[in-house]
């Protein structure tokens, strides 16, 4: 062989004591000539005429299949699943056929490393096992909203699920403390205030969460209701300062609860509503009501088969061949690092696509220059191409997605907390909507005249006010919906209007969608669908917060906007209660328009005392779902 050191022994007989330390040198000097020979000084005149074994075929066949896997989870399963296979053939291959103890042993190591990696993974994919209701929970309410099932754990297990036999009350108006948060997950629950019924509670709704929101961590309350189990109940309950604790160790919990909550405020105060009509039959304004109660107060895998052994050739290596030149050895280092990059790391599966792409490479060359093997160039080649198919289109998933700088604010504070993808959210807004602008003075909407069926609109910038009847309700602030209580509230089609004045105080500029469109695109896109609703029922609590003091100042109501549960002075529980009354709805409302006050009947609630036990927690923890991390930038004007 060219570039063969050839090595003179010691004459027989001789007693030279250098002899063995020669021979030692001798066999160093090959093994680095051969890892380190040049491509000039390989022997490889032509391709080899005879193709490696059946066995290293097979190898190549699971390499292929394991190549073509996707992302995520299953994906990283099927692949590794498919190298390990792999890695198996191409040991029993250098074993028993190419007789070459480096083959054997960087197939064997990057066996173990697949073994251990598909079963880390199989591990994360384990069943979670919950109770049956719980996991019809986890499907109705939180499967929807793409919070997995690992987040899911931490909130199941701290709460409790307990039984309510029929008749028996969860809590009496005046007596109960509140001392947790519950939703129900079976049965029907009936809401009373002194003897007259609010509303039903049905499966996979907050008992409490009126009174939820409107104390602070630090304060303690009693129920002002009565809550009464029509039939046999079931509950899951969490302790509230439990929760609270839950919440200031995964922020992502207390923004998931927050929209929760918030919704399903607005989903009872909307039962409620149903009950207080106009005379031409449609429900008033859900902002309403709540000031008729201000003005006239009323009682204040598969199973595997068995695998079908591979036929060896027999032979048995007498005789391991020589060492392999280093480019092969670089290469297997490559698929070593690739295979140990952990999967917690987010760009996981493009570092393991770039690795594998450049140990396929390299061992191409290797085959070319130095092996002489067209079928393992071939192979090689096949796997280069598979990977960088993968590598290129994982790159293009994690391209920097351009979202319109007018809209960045909106996507942060409203949408990226929710963890909407930013192509999802350019697709939103890049397709049936505009940006709209409105000088201060213009009306956005006329009170009885601006149809319902139009559009839905986000505030990007600038500050409207709402009026009933030239009445001051409330003001809008930007990364707020404009009309959300119409459009949760109202059907197209119907001929309903506007029951509010909309005017712009400030040079506005806001988002716009049509109506119709939007509610089209938001049946294909599932997903989507339930944020909305969980924003659109989180903004209209809000709206109802901020109309228990339209005296505050703007420097106050644009923190109340965001921590409404915090700065609120009339709580919740009495915006509900104030709904009980369901007849002379519209003379209540002449009355408070005569000469109402709401100021005066703002007052701190008797059921509601500072405890001593609890220490108050960091507001901006407690249910802060639209909060930015830094202050929120006014954006320019075009």
Known sequence: MSGAVLQRG?????????????????????????????????SCPSWRHSMEGSVYQLANIFFTL???????????????????????????????????????????????????????????LRSVSFQHDLQNLYGALFQPLGIPLSIYKKIATCCTVLSLEKDHCYAMEGKTPIERLSLLLSGRIRVTVDGEFLHYIYPYQFLDSPEW???????????????????????????????????????????????????????????????????????????????????????????????????????????????????????????????????????????????????????????????????????NSLFLILNMLHFLYLLYKRRPIKIDKELKVLYRRMFEPLHVPPDLFQRLTGQFCSIMTLKKGQTYAAEDKTSVDNRLSVLLKGKMKVYYRGHFLHNIYPTSFIDSPEFRSTQMHKGEKFQVTIVAEENCKFLCWSRERLTFFLETESFLHEV???????????????????????????????????????????????????????????????????????????????????????????????????????????
């Open 213 to 379: 929101d409107s104390l602070r961590p630090s304060e303690e309350g009693i129920f002002q209701v009565t809550l009464t189990a029509e039939t046999s109940c079931r509950f899951a309950a969490w302790r509230r300062k439990k929760l609270y604790l839950l919440f200031a160790q995964h922020r992502r919990i207390s923004r998931l609860f927050s929209v929760l909550i918030g919704k399903d405020i607005a989903d009872k105060l909307y039962s409620l509503n149903d009950k207080v009509c106009l005379s031409n039959g449609l429900r008033y304004d859900l902002r309403l009501p709540s000031f008729y109660h201000l003005a006239v107060p009323v009682g204040e895998i598969p199973q595997l088969k068995q695998a079908t052994q591979v036929p060896f050739n027999g032979t048995s290596c007498d005789n391991w061949k020589e060492i392999h030149h280093l480019v092969f050895h670089v290469a297997n280092l490559c698929f070593a690092i690739g295979l140990l990059i952990p999967t917690t790391i987010k760009i996981h599966m493009v570092l393991l696509r770039a690795m594998m792409s450049t140990g396929c490479a390299l061992f191409i060359v290797w085959a070319v220059v130095y092996r002489c093997a067209l079928d393992i160039m071939i192979w």
């Open 10 to 42: 010691p004459r027989p007989g001789s007693d030279c004591p250098c002899s063995q330390l020669q021979g030692m040198a001798s066999g160093n000097s090959s093994v680095w000539e051969a890892l380190l020979l040049l491509p000039a000084q390989a």
């Open 532 to 638: 909305f609703k969980y924003l659109i029922g989180k903004d209209i609590t809000n709206k109802l917060y901020s109309l228990n003091d339209p005296t505050l100042n703007d420097k106050t109501a644009k923190k109340f906007e965001r921590q409404p549960s915090l700065c609120s002075q009339l709580s919740m529980m009495k915006m509900r209660n104030s709904m009980a009354s369901s007849s002379d709805t519209e003379d209540g409302l002449s009355h408070f328009l005569h000469g109402g006050s709401t100021a005066s009947s703002i007052q701190r609630s008797p059921y509601t005392r500072t405890s001593g036990k609890m220490k108050p927690i960091e507001e901006t923890i407690e249910d802060d779902v639209f909060d930015p991390p830094s202050p929120v930038v006014q954006l320019a004007p075009n």
């Open 66 to 124: 394991g190549y073509m896997g996707g992302s995520g989870l299953v994906g990283l399963l099927y692949i590794h699943l498919f190298l390990a296979s792999g890695f198996l053939c191409t040991s029993v291959w250098a074993w028993t056929d190419a007789c070459a103890a480096d083959i054997f042993s960087w197939n064997f190591a990057l066996l173990a490393v697949s073994a251990v990696q598909l079963s880390h993974i199989a591990y994360q």
